[in-house]
């Protein structure tokens, strides 16, 4: 998960690329619609069209931002400067999560309450909270109890703390350690490598030890422009063969969907392909998120025009303030839930609830870009006033 501050100093340290914000920001929208059980609004969204989905977006994205950020410190200030901003940004990614996490099993806990439907805390992972709110507590603080849909949060933060480690090294040897990535997520893989949840058995739905992959991939393609102009440069071949794992993760999207089309499938390959899991990072989903990566860079070039329209500036705001957008898209996804459920299912109701909920999360980026831009403004005139009285 990116956020806000480094996205700041990102556009201040170099020359921005927008299609970071907009794939982001979009990412938030779709997680926002996924999250809200029978909504149907969500067959617009990715996850239903191939094997990866907006998950995959923003680690990727989380990687790139953290080595053009981090990065450009440790080359002007060094390793310890660069190391202690990490470690601040972590403590702050994990002071909203406590925030976020009290503020959601607050809303799950009233909505289950005043509806009187007590499965609502079952369905969303919480129901131990209420068994013991003490241990409940205690391994939340420790991101081993969270409810659903809070799970990307965590992900981050750990990946983020170990990002002083591969700093130097990502600078000197980055296809080492690359190639060191790859070999930690093949092991984790192999023998199963994940982190314990709460209750006891449980393991983390984003298993660190594949999921870094991603995240230091991203990482070394922005600290080498040549390594990402060679990977992204249009050849007809590789154009083809993405184009190709495009269609077959549509199909094998909707045969999940429609069982004719599964039935198409021959047994023998379904047991070489499934189960393609989410928690360690299936090599197929690796394989679409890689493909639909590479036909979209061709197809969006960083100097589009219509990334600065106005159709697209929405998005980018969101894109921008992702911290705190994907938090409000937390609380408005199960908000949404709750209105369906109790209120009106019907399709008009989803799209209601859809379109309010995005509308919500574009004025609170729009107000959190005025407000940080108008600080900004302030405080200069405030540096002035004060040599001048000086």
Not at 79 to 99: D, E, K, N
Request: glycine content about 6%; some cysteine; proline content about 6%.
């Amino acid at each position: 998960m990116t956020d806000a501050s480094m996205a700041e100093e990102a556009k201040g340290a170099a020359a921005r690329d927008l299609r970071l914000d907009f794939f982001r920001g979009l990412a938030l929208w779709f997680i926002f619609v996924n999250h809200i059980p029978a909504n149907q609004i969500s067959w617009a969204t990715p996850r239903n069209f191939g094997l990866s989905d907006a998950t995959e977006i923003f680690v990727f994205i989380s990687g790139y931002t953290a080595a053009l950020v981090y990065g450009r410190t440790l080359q002007g200030q060094g390793l310890p400067m660069a190391g202690a901003q990490v470690l601040h940004r972590c403590w702050s990614l994990y002071v909203t999560y406590i925030i976020l996490f009290f503020a959601f099993t607050a809303q799950i806990a009233y909505t289950a309450r005043a509806f009187d439907s007590p499965l609502f805390a079952e369905e969303m992972g919480i129901a131990g909270y209420f068994q013991d709110p003490v241990g409940a507590l205690t391994q939340a603080l420790l991101l081993k109890f969270r409810p659903a849909n809070l799970d990307v949060l965590p992900l981050y933060i750990v990946l983020l703390l170990a990002f002083p480690l591969l700093l130097p090294a990502l600078r000197s040897r980055p296809l080492a350690v690359l190639a060191g990535s790859a070999a930690l997520y093949g092991a984790a893989r192999h023998w199963g490598w994940n982190l314990p949840t709460y209750p006891d058995g449980g393991v983390w739905y984003f298993n660190p030890f594949t999921w870094q992959f991603l995240f230091v991939l991203g990482a070394v393609l922005q600290d080498r422009p040549d390594l990402r102009a060679a990977a992204t440069r249009f050849r007809r071949p590789v154009a083809l063969a993405a184009a190709a794992v495009l269609l077959a993760s549509l199909f094998l999207a909707l045969s999940w969907k429609f069982a004719p089309l599964h039935a198409l499938i021959p047994v023998a390959l379904t047991e070489i392909l499934y189960p393609i899991g989410k928690t360690d990072l299936d090599p197929l989903r690796l394989l679409h998120f890689f493909a639909l990566a590479y036909l979209v860079l061709r197809l969006v070039p960083a100097d589009a025009p219509w990334l600065r329209g106005t159709l697209a500036a929405p998005v980018l705001d969101c894109g921008r303030q992702s911290l705190p957008v994907f938090c409000l898209g937390v609380l408005l996804s199960f908000a949404g839930q709750t209105v369906l459920v109790h209120v009106s299912g019907s399709l008009s109701a989803q799209f209601l609830v859809t379109v309010l909920g995005i509308a919500a999360m574009v004025l609170l980026a729009r107000f959190l870009g005025w407000y940080r831009s108008a600080g900004r403004v302030r405080r200069p005139k405030a540096a002035s006033a004060g040599k001048l009285s000086a």
